[in-house]
Every structure is written in structure tokens, then in C-alpha cells.
């Protein structure tokens, strides 16, 4: 038994509702009790989804138990079959049906239904929602490309792009940006799957020379197994951030025999120009925090620490799965690993990395928002705002554009930084005011209410994430002239300062221990 | 599956439904139970997906740490590799040392928890003996098998009656019981209203604290302040309490209705409630006022959600003119929802339990101006160009008493006035804006 107040993932039934949702013409029979139609709203509300999901939950109720949730089953089955006409259909259990042990796919086999019906088996106890996903999605592709024979002409550019769902984060954008961007390099996209694929679609997978899995929680194990049954290579390489899309590009085109033509799509890359700009110097050793799924989670600490200049002081994953991966991550940035579903766990490690950016999930952009640290969303799970209106992917050359504007923003920016010391004596230009760029991004003061750990809010720029001085470390005249320096280093010096004194076992803070730990901190 | 049934003192054929219900379990009332008692948590045995539900039902990812969290179950609980009652001591060990200021922990049972009968009521016990009384256990069950969504405040209020006993001997006994929660803004106003009709020892159910429970007794009557509360009734009754009966106070008549009954209870002169009611009455008409233009004429369908849908029909038809096509609610309790039942105009459709499928296809039809429902149907129906208006935010907003009429008129005036803003037409009267 685990004590969860929140959870990054939810049940494997909302991983196989995501792939349902992804796709045209399937449906999904889900034998569950009333109250779980919550799933929903997950597309209804937070991607606002037109139309309802295609999924038809049984809603047993208790006097069912003692006569037959099989036939509430069936008959749900039959009804959603004639109403939806699907062209395939998905059957399983939620957490509570699982223990009914009613078998879905057996029953609904009795009914003979003149369209393929592919079982689902998702061990509630023991899994969770992107597991639930790949599961359903390596399923579906093995019942319509299992009996399939590979052609002998298979055009050598042909490729699928595999793993964007409903749900993910900026998926919708990604396949535009790198089936764009694949077409651009001589690429034959054919199949983009689940997103908008029909179960039809999942048959003509094997007709293309390999695949491009772009999220591997979701599709890693489908493309194994085309790999292995069809003998499709797929490329691995994740197009986020500017390398790494170069990479990728090689690696298709080098799966596909066209290295001989010019790379395009390269002249779109703003980030490596921004990065270089004078203005950028600002952001050299940013101390940032990372925390999401695997894979965005380690793209960003790559860019972070590669592209933008920033330093990697903790990345960790809520997966298990892909625990692995990450530890290997973090080694490369000498911070260790957090691999963990507990979102206490990741406040704790924050706080104690003190970092100057949270780059995360929706709980992250809490905690952050709590402890006033700007913030960023890298990862899924997300909340409504992070389905944007505009046009903005993650991968490819915009989406590494889109990653250094929403990543850099809400920090403070190099030439408002040169002008905020020149003005900081002016009387009407004070701490508390923000500059005028940072309303969107940054904690407002006193937006939620703050837990008794955390500082002052009138401080807070100043004591952001910093929550140990006890005021007596410092005398007084080295108070004021800690607070002559500008208050956006001001949280570093004093973190800095005590560090010093704390290993020298210097008490109490004066002025010259202040200017003996500058000098010593200098870079 | 669908049966119709006319019982002799009902005016409309009841549609009763068993398919698909797009409706909340009982657990999700613990998003405002916990906001209500302010010193007790709510700790769900159940599954990752009760967790997952909690969250995204409240939306609660904005609080990291909320009063409520979910002890999920695991396979080596229900391979009895485990113990589960050593596994939830050791839960509840672990959150009450995190949160020492918590008084009362309120274990709340699931679906799967009832499937595999897993006796809440001994672990409560059990870890009363060990807590109490720095931390009061209870329990009751929240699960979509046997509650839907405000159901779950139903049985935690019959919980929180049948655990009294002991507690509060000393103190008189209360005349009057207020149950069902309402926001504190409307228990001051109705507290108010009580003190110039003269009634005094009127208590709230729940109280804003877990030890503020009033002392039960054949001495004390008791009025319901929601619809749903057919168990929490009947512990009370087993108590000795007496309820008055009313309808309910949504708008100015429900409200006035409500207030009537009471005051007639405790023998209040005609005099005297027409002198303390008569400003807010006012007040309330001049507010509804605004808005009755918007809706006037409107036809209405109310899918099923909170079990207020009786009532909220009866405010609308009644009030400010809308025509009600059908009204769906999870479940009818008759007896307490009779007087609303009969106020609804002759040829309104009520419907019990639900067919979602079926449902929407009667609501197409029938084509309405507005169609209240759940959160995953409205932008589905928005999608088709219907207009709709949340349900869910009728359990949440202040919408009960006289100073709030208003405020219920404009969540319906709301998507009406968005529609016009959108399309251009003339700006609406002062009063419908949505702020």
C-alpha cells in the first residue's frame, strides 16, 4: 500500500483510453464501475477535445455483484458495437472489474462480432497509465501487422513516425514540425500512428522501410517488435533541441541511403544564435533543476547544459521504466539520479538543489510557483495551458526556438540585468518591482498561499529557495550591505556567503566575510 | 432496459435508465468536504485511479498537499502477501506524522476496497484504540458502485452522526440541525436570518471543525440543506431528531419556502418571519431581475449530476421563466425531493440513473437553448454548437439563500451572454456581466 497525495501517471486504462482517443475508427469497451467516466474530462477539458473520447465505460453497480457483471458487459459491448460501428474494438478492465475477473476479451468473443476485437490485459495493481499506453498500442499493431508479408519493393525512404498520442505534450505540434522536416530531407512519411491512424492504418506499417519511434514510452516496444517481425530498423535518436535534430535527421537519412543530399531545415535553428548573443552571457551556469518523463526530461538537461550553457544541478524521472537511462544521464552531469513517483520526494530534492530554474511537469510548476522559482513545463502530466493555441512543438529546429523563449523568459534577461543595477539606486525603482517582462511567467507575490517554510514573501526574489539564515548568522552592518547588491544575485550571495562561513566555521557573518567569500566564489 | 412508471403522486413519467453513467463516484464530494472541515483528512482506500480521479476531477494539482490523499492498493496487498489492515497502519502511521495538526482521519472506502471487502469499520476501530483521542478515526464509503458523486457527503454525514455518541455530553442538546454542507458565507447569512427569527441553538452538519458536533436528541428537529442526503436523514432519525420537512433553498421562494418551514416548526409569528425575510426577498427578486430577460423562455436540460437538478429546475422554471425540457438526476430520493417534484410544470421529463448515449440522443432532439451537464460532455455539445453550462460548478459556488438568487440566475445567464458577446449582438444589461 502506497500513500499518494498526487500521481504523475494515473491507472494503464487511461494509457489505453489515450491511445483509444489518438486513433479514428476504435473503440474501447472499458468494463468499469460508475464515477470512472472522470477519464473524460482529461480530453473533454484539459486538450479540449471536440468530441467525446470513443469509450464506453459498463458502469456495474453493487447489485450486480451478486448476479452478473458479465451481462452488463456484454450487453455494453453489443450496444457500443451497433451505436459507434467502430472498425475495430478494444476491450479491457479498470482497477475494480480486474477483480471481478469477468475476462473481457472471452466475453466479448461470444458475441461474435464481425470486426476484430483486441483483449486488452492491464494489471491495474502493478502498472500505470504510459505503460497502459504502449501495452495498447504495441497490441493493436501486432493484431492488424501480424499476418502481413513485407513486400520485396519497398522504397528505401519510406518511413512511420510512431508514438505521438492524445495527451502528450505538444505532440500535436511535433508531428507537424517533423513530418515537415523529414518531407524537407527527402523522407516518404506514410504512417503517423496512433495519432489519427485507423486500425487500417496499422496493417500498411510494415509497407514502409523503417520506423521513427518519437516517443519511446509510448511506441518503444511496437517498433521492437516490427523490428523484429518485419525486419523495420527504427531510428531512436529523440529530434529535441538542435543536436539532437541533426542527429536525427543523419540517422533517418542515413536509414533511408540519401546522404549524399544537402541537410535543409537547419537555417530555421535560432536557439544557437541566441545562445551566442552577448545578451545569453547572463544565463551561463544557471543552476536548473529537471524532472518529467524520460525522455524529455533527458533532452532537456542536454540542452540545458550543451545549448543554452546552463548548469545541470538534479534530473530525475517519475518512470521506472527508464530508470536506467536517466541514471546514465545524470552520471554525464555529476548530480544523482531521482527516480521517483513521489512528489514530496521531488520538493525535498529541489529545495535542496536550490536551482535557479524548474524545468518539469504541472506538479514541478507548483512546487517552483511555491517556492518562487521561475519555472518551465517540459513534460507530461500538464494542465489545460499547456495545450497552447499557437503552433508550438518541442522537436525540431521550432521546437528548439520554442524551448530557448519559454525556458529563458521567465528568467531574468542579460540587458534588463545591466540596467536594473544601474538603476537600483533610483528611489522609484525598488525589490519588490518586478521587471516588466516577468508577469507571465514568474510567481506573482502572495499568488498561493505559502506553507510556513518558506521565507518572507516581501523578500522574495531575494530568499528565493534559500530557507536556512536564521538572522543571527548575520550582523547587522553585513545585512546592509548585503543588500547592496541587486537583488536578483542578492539570493546567491547570501546562499554563497553562508556556505563560506559555515566551512570556515566563521560566526557571525560580517562585512569582510561577505567580500572574503566573493572573492573565493569568483569565477 | 428502460422501463417508465407513473406512481400516483407524481406528475410526470419517470425515465429510468441503466447504462453508461457519465456521473462522479461518491468520492469526489471529498474536494468540498475537506475544504469544509478544515482540521480532518481523507484518506481513500482504493486504487491509483481513485488517486488519479481526485486529482483530475478538483483539478487539486494546484494544492501539492491537500487534506485528502489515496492509500493505493497494490498486487502484493491482494495476493495477501500482505496485510492490508498492518499495510494501512502503517499508511496511516506515516501521514499523521506528517500532519500531527490533523483531528479527525476519515477513512474513505472505494470501489475495489468493497469489492474485496476490506472492513473499513474494524480498521477504524482499531486505529481509534491507538489514536484516539488526540486523532478521531471514521469511515465511510465513497465508492462508484454504491454512491454517486454527492452521495459520498451523504454518508459521511451519516458517519459523522452515528460516531457522536460519546462526544459532547455535557453540552445542551441542539434544537435545530442544519444538514449538508454550504459554503460559510451562507451558513453566516442563514445564521443571521435564525437569530432575528428567534431560533437559537441551530447548528451546522458538518461543523467547520471535527469537534464542533452538535448533541443529538428526541428534542432536536433537523432541516435539510441538499437533496442528497437520504442516509445522514435517517441517522438522524435513528438519533431521535425530527426533520422538517421543506424544499429546498435555492432561489427566493426555495429559499423562503425553507425558512418558512422552519419558522413554522419552531412557531414563529406570520409577523415576524415576513419582517426579517422581507428585505432579502426583495433584494433577491431585484437581483434575479437582471437575468430573467436572458432566460426567460429559454428551454433547459439538465443532465444528471449533483441530485440538485430537481431543485435547480424548479428555480428555473419558476423564477425566471426558462421551460424545462428534461431533468435528469443519478438518483431520486422521493420522499425528500416530493415538494420539488410537484412544483415542476405539468409535461416535464424527469429521468433516474442514465443511458449517456441515449441521453444526448434525446437531447439533440429536443434541441435546447441550454443543456447543464458533466465536464465531459460540455465541450463536446459546445462543439456541435449547443450551448451548455457546467454542472459541477453548482457543487462548488454559493448558490443557496437569498443573496445568492442571483448569482444562480447568472451561472445559467452566463454561457447566453457569452454567446451574444461572441457573436456581436448588442452589449447585455448591467448586471450579466461575468465576472
Not at chain 1, 545562445?275 to 529537471?290: A, C, H, P, Q
Not at chain 2, 477513512?107 to 486505529?127: H, M, N, Q, T
Not at chain 2, 432561489?251 to 419558522?263: D, F, M, N, Q, S
Not at chain 2, 428555480?315 to 430520493?333: D, K, M, N
Request: some cysteine.
Amino acid at each position: 500500500m502506497q500513500l499518494s497525495m498526487w500521481t504523475y501517471e494515473g491507472p494503464p486504462h487511461v494509457g489505453a483510453m489515450r491511445i483509444a482517443a489518438s486513433m479514428e475508427g476504435l473503440h474501447y469497451v472499458l468494463h468499469a464501475p460508475q464515477g470512472d467516466t472522470y477519464a473524460d474530462l482529461l480530453f473533454t477539458m484539459i486538450e479540449r477535445r471536440p468530441s467525446r473520447p470513443p469509450v464506453t465505460y459498463t458502469t456495474f453497480q453493487a447489485r450486480d455483484l451478486g448476479a452478473s457483471t458479465a451481462d452488463v458487459f456484454k450487453s455494453a459491448c453489443h450496444d457500443a458495437v451497433e451505436r459507434f460501428q467502430p472498425e475495430a474494438l478494444l476491450v479491457g478492465a479498470s482497477c475494480t472489474a480486474e477483480l471481478l475477473q469477468d475476462d473481457p476479451g472471452g466475453l466479448a468473443k461470444t458475441l461474435e462480432l464481425d470486426i476484430p476485437v483486441v483483449p486488452l490485459e492491464l494489471p491495474s495493481y502493478q502498472k500505470k497509465e504510459n505503460w497502459g499506453a504502449s501495452e495498447t498500442f504495441y497490441r493493436l499493431v501486432r493484431a492488424f501487422a501480424g499476418n502481413r508479408q513485407r513486400s520485396e519493393t519497398i522504397q528505401p525512404n519510406s518511413c512511420n513516425i510512431l508514438g505521438p498520442t492524445s495527451l502528450g505534450f505538444r505532440n500535436r505540434d511535433d508531428i507537424r514540425e517533423i513530418s515537415g522536416l523529414l518531407r524537407e530531407n527527402g523522407l516518404d512519411v506514410r504512417i503517423v500512428a496512433p495519432l489519427g491512424a485507423r486500425p487500417a492504418d496499422l496493417a500498411r506499417l510494415p509497407e514502409a522501410a523503417f520506423n521513427i519511434v518519437l516517443y519511446p514510452e509510448i511506441a518503444e516496444t511496437a517498433a521492437r517488435w516490427l523490428q523484429k517481425a518485419h525486419n523495420m530498423p527504427f531510428v531512436s535518436t529523440v529530434p529535441i533541441g538542435v543536436e539532437a535534430t541533426q542527429r536525427f535527421i543523419g540517422e533517418a537519412r542515413a536509414l533511408a541511403g540519401l546522404e549524399e543530399t544537402p541537410l535543409t531545415g537547419v537555417e530555421t535553428d535560432r536557439l544557437s544564435w541566441y545562445s551566442k548573443s552577448i545578451d545569453s552571457n547572463y544565463l551561463t551556469g544557471k543552476r536548473v533543476f529537471i524532472f518529467g518523463d524520460a525522455t524529455h526530461a533527458i533532452a532537456a538537461a542536454r540542452i540545458a547544459s550543451r545549448e543554452l550553457g546552463f548548469k545541470v544541478c538534479g534530473l530525475g524521472t517519475y518512470m521506472r521504466e527508464f530508470a536506467r537511462d536517466v541514471r546514465a544521464a545524470a552520471q554525464a552531469y555529476n548530480v544523482e539520479p531521482l527516480i521517483t513517483d513521489d512528489h514530496l520526494q521531488v520538493e525535498e530534492a529541489i529545495l535542496e538543489a536550490r536551482p535557479e530554474l524548474v524545468l518539469g511537469t504541472q506538479m514541478e510548476r507548483h512546487i517552483a510557483k511555491r517556492l518562487r522559482v521561475p519555472c518551465a513545463v517540459i513534460s507530461a502530466p500538464v494542465h489545460v495551458q499547456d495545450f497552447p493555441a499557437r503552433y508550438s512543438p518541442q522537436m525540431g529546429f521550432e521546437g528548439a526556438n520554442v524551448i530557448f523563449d519559454s525556458w529563458v523568459h521567465p528568467l531574468m534577461m542579460g540587458l534588463e540585468e545591466h540596467l536594473l543595477s544601474m538603476f537600483r539606486d533610483d528611489f522609484e525603482f525598488n525589490d519588490d518591482a518586478a521587471a516588466s517582462h516577468l508577469h507571465a511567467h514568474s510567481p506573482a507575490q502572495a499568488d498561493t498561499p505559502v506553507k510556513a517554510v518558506v521565507p518572507d514573501a516581501s523578500t522574495a526574489q531575494d530568499t528565493a529557495i534559500s530557507l536556512s539564515e536564521a538572522p543571527s548568522l548575520w550582523t547587522d552592518e553585513a545585512e546592509r550591505e548585503l543588500k547592496k547588491v541587486p537583488f536578483f544575485v542578492r539570493g546567491k550571495a547570501r546562499r554563497n556567503t553562508e556556505t563560506f562561513a559555515a566551512d570556515n566555521g566563521i560566526h557571525p557573518i560580517t562585512v569582510e566575510t561577505l567580500y572574503d567569500a566573493k572573492a573565493h566564489f569568483a569565477r | 432496459m428502460n422501463q417508465t412508471f407513473r406512481p400516483g403522486c407524481e406528475r410526470s413519467a419517470t425515465i429510468r435508465e441503466r447504462g453508461q453513467h457519465e456521473v462522479f463516484c461518491g468520492l469526489t464530494s471529498i474536494i468540498w468536504l475537506h475544504r469544509k472541515v478544515q482540521d480532518a483528512f481523507f484518506l481513500i482506500v482504493g486504487s491509483r485511479t481513485c488517486a488519479h480521479l481526485m486529482q483530475s476531477a478538483a483539478g487539486v494539482m494546484i494544492f501539492s498537499e491537500p487534506r485528502f490523499a489515496t492509500a493505493i492498493m497494490e498486487e502484493r496487498d491482494l495476493a495477501g502477501m500482505a496485510d492490508m489492515h498492518d499495510e494501512l497502519d502503517g499508511v496511516v502511521e506515516k501521514l499523521l506524522a506528517r500532519r500531527p495538526d490533523i483531528k479527525m482521519l476519515v477513512l474513505v472506502g472505494s470501489c475495489p476496497s468493497e469489492v474485496i471487502k476490506f472492513d473499513l469499520g474494524k480498521a477504524a476501530e482499531r486505529l481509534n484504540r491507538h489514536y484516539a483521542p488526540k486523532h478521531r478515526v471514521i469511515c465511510y464509503s465513497g465508492s462508484g458502485i454504491e454512491t454517486t458523486f454527492t452521495q459520498g457527503e451523504e454518508n459521511f454525514l451519516a458517519a459523522l452522526v452515528r460516531d457522536e455518541p460519546d462526544a459532547g455530553k455535557s453540552q445542551d442538546s441542539a434544537k435545530l440541525v442544519v444538514a449538508g454542507c454550504l459554503p460559510d458565507v451562507v451558513e453566516d447569512q442563514f445564521q443571521r436570518l435564525f437569530k432575528d427569527l428567534g431560533i437559537d441553538g441551530v447548528h451546522f452538519l458538518p461543523g467547520r471543525t471535527s469537534a464542533a458536533m452538535p448533541k443529538i436528541d428526541r428534542s432536536t428537529r433537523f432541516v435539510l440543506a441538499q437533496p442528497y442526503l437520504g442516509a445522514a436523514a435517517q441517522a438522524l432519525e435513528s438519533r431521535g431528531a425530527s426533520r422538517i420537512n421543506a424544499i429546498f433553498p435555492l432561489g427566493e421562494e426555495g429559499t423562503t419556502a425553507w425558512l418558512k418551514a422552519i419558522a413554522d416548526a419552531f412557531e414563529v409569528s406570520e409577523e415576524r418571519f415576513e419582517t426579517v425575510t422581507a428585505p432579502a426577498r426583495k433584494r433577491a427578486w431585484a437581483a434575479l431581475s437582471h437575468y430573467r430577460h436572458l432566460l426567460s423562455g429559454k428551454r433547459v436540460f439538465l443532465f444528471p449530476d449533483s441530485q440538485l437538478e430537481p431543485s435547480l429546475a424548479r428555480f428555473l422554471a419558476r423564477e425566471i421563466g426558462a421551460q424545462i425540457v428534461e431533468v435528469g438526476s443519478p438518483y431520486l430520493h422521493r420522499e425528500h425531493v416530493a415538494g420539488e417534484l410537484a412544483l415542476l410544470p405539468p409535461g416535464v421529463a424527469l429521468s433516474e440513473g442514465q443511458d449517456v448515449d441515449r441521453q444526448i440522443d434525446r437531447c439533440r432532439a429536443a434541441d435546447p437553448d441550454l443543456i447543464v451537464c458533466g465536464m465531459g460532455l460540455a465541450n463536446p455539445f459546445e462543439a456541435e454548437g449547443r450551448l451548455t453550462k457546467w454542472s459541477i460548478e453548482f457543487a462548488f459556488t454559493p448558490i443557496q439563500g437569498y443573496e445568492q438568487a442571483g448569482d444562480l440566475a447568472e451561472l445559467f445567464a452566463r454561457p447566453l451572454v457569452r454567446r451574444n458577446a461572441l457573436s456581436g449582438k448588442p452589449a447585455t444589461e448591467e448586471g450579466a456581466s461575468c465576472s
